[in-house]
């Protein structure tokens, strides 16, 4: 072998690994491996895959996330700029609005996208554009720069601005495939979420103003029909999404339960007068106290008898006396049912495409505060129902809906 190969040192019965007289320079090559032995230093146990998996998990949505920033921003910036720009300057139009301050990046940007024409990395022919080779902080840039031209469609600059620096932290990491944690995942989406409201870019969900729609629900959300939440009980439903969430400002409420603790424990009397004396209708429909159902449920429970039904029967009498300060007492109806309950379920504004509804299933054993929760929001996709075939449904809500008219129509008023 010439002076400048590759000199392996002799091997030696005696020593794994070959001479320990290695000349300077030499290059002693490794055993080679068994099939299948990779070693205890490269394996990966339970726990190192449950942190990749995770790790994953909040990169792949923040990723999401601030893909649909990127996207809107890029979106309003052209919409601005380019009727300002594009008479003059035509297809370099990106490039004077830069101006001098931004030659550098604009500039660089222009050379990716060359490279990528080049190489056929450009898959969709409207991304053959510099716009499309611009980064969050590079379009930010330009949205400060001119932003005279941006103030009569968004109202506070420090917003955007306090939104995407809050981002730029999740964009570093997330670009440089490095730990995400939990806390600064839950702040980059709600600073993405306020950032795109500000842009204007939820204005066609109604229900986003009781239940902001997830940027990953509105990805995926037709693999779960119109379920946008599960909590493990009541109590962490009402952490996440408070009564006064789900309830304020509602223009119709259907209620059917047992005792309907969730309303009526949790949101107040008064607020239900002002909901119903500004034109809301509200139908609360409860298990009748003096049924035989309630007496199965409390021997289910466990519980003492009696005791179940006279809570049922104070939730309807502080119902009734809610009802009686109406000036319309006609938009507050209550009546109750005999059958076995089956289910608990809240339906508001369900008679449009914003509705939101909270289910619990009825557990033998099992209080309705410790039962699990669903969340569902009418139609598909924030209100917007797809159907791929004639016999698809919109999702679960129709169904509840179904059922609370259904018992309904078989109860009996409460004077």
């Known amino acids: 072998?010439?002076?400048?190969?590759?000199?392996?040192?002799?091997?030696?019965?005696?020593?794994?690994?070959?001479?320990?007289?290695?000349?300077?320079?030499?290059?002693?090559?490794?055993?080679?491996?068994?099939?299948?032995?990779?070693?205890?230093?490269?394996?990966?146990?339970?726990?190192?895959?449950?942190?990749?998996?995770?790790?994953?998990?909040?990169?792949?949505?923040?990723?999401?996330?601030?893909?649909?920033?990127?996207?809107?921003?890029?979106?309003?910036?052209?919409?601005?700029?380019?009727?300002?720009?594009?008479?003059?300057?035509?297809?370099?139009?990106?490039?004077?609005?830069?101006?001098?301050?931004?030659?550098?990046?604009?500039?660089?940007?222009v050379a990716v996208r060359e490279v990528s024409r080049r190489k056929g990395y450009l898959l969709d022919p409207a991304d053959d554009n510099v716009l499309s080779f611009l980064t969050l902080p590079q379009l930010r840039e330009l949205m400060v720069q001119h932003w005279p031209c941006f103030e009569p469609y968004v109202d506070e600059r420090r917003d955007v601005e306090l939104a995407l620096d809050e981002l730029e932290v999740t964009r570093n990491v997330v670009s440089r495939n490095r730990?995400?944690?939990?806390?600064?995942?839950?702040?980059?989406?709600?600073?993405?979420?306020?950032?795109?409201?500000?842009?204007?870019?939820?204005?066609?969900?109604?229900?986003?103003?009781?239940?902001?729609?997830?940027?990953?629900?509105?990805?995926?959300g037709d693999r779960y029909a119109d379920v946008v939440a599960v909590h493990p009980d009541r109590v962490r439903l009402l952490r996440q999404f408070p009564a006064e969430d789900i309830f304020g400002g509602a223009r119709r409420l259907d209620a059917l339960g047992i005792g309907l603790n969730l309303l009526v424990q949790n949101f107040s009397g008064r607020r239900l007068v002002r909901l119903a004396e500004a034109g809301g209708r509200v139908r609360l429909l409860f298990l009748n106290p003096a049924s035989s159902a309630v007496k199965r449920r409390e021997r289910e429970l466990g519980v003492k008898r009696g005791e179940l039904s006279r809570a049922v029967e104070m939730n309807i009498l502080h119902m009734r006396r809610v009802r009686s300060r109406l000036r319309d007492p006609g938009a507050f109806e209550i009546q109750v049912f005999d059958e076995t309950p089956r289910f608990t379920a809240y339906l508001v504004d369900g008679d449009g495409s914003d509705g939101i509804a909270v289910v619990q299933s009825y557990l033998a054993r099992t209080r309705g505060i410790e039962t699990p929760v669903m969340v569902l929001r009418n139609g598909r996709n924030g209100g917007k129902v797809v159907k791929a075939d004639p016999l698809d449904e919109a999702g679960l809500f129709p169904t509840y809906r179904e059922e609370f008219e259904l018992m309904w129509a078989d109860s009996r008023p409460v004077s």
């Open 179 to 220: 730990a995400l944690s939990e806390a600064v995942l839950r702040q980059a989406e709600r600073a993405s979420a306020r950032l795109l409201d500000v842009l204007g870019a939820g204005n066609d969900v109604p229900s986003a103003h009781r239940l902001p729609l997830d940027a990953v629900e509105d990805l995926v």
């Open 1 to 109: 072998m010439g002076s400048g190969g590759l000199e392996l040192p002799p091997g030696d019965e005696g020593r794994e690994g070959g001479s320990p007289d290695v000349r300077p320079g030499a290059v002693s090559l490794a055993r080679p491996m068994s099939v299948g032995a990779i070693g205890p230093e490269l394996d990966w146990g339970a726990e190192d895959w449950h942190e990749v998996r995770t790790r994953a998990q909040r990169a792949g949505r923040a990723y999401i996330w601030l893909n649909l920033v990127e996207q809107r921003l890029r979106t309003v910036v052209a919409a601005v700029l380019r009727p300002v720009y594009e008479p003059v300057h035509g297809d370099e139009w990106v490039v004077a609005a830069a101006g001098p301050a931004g030659q550098e990046w604009v500039q660089r940007a």
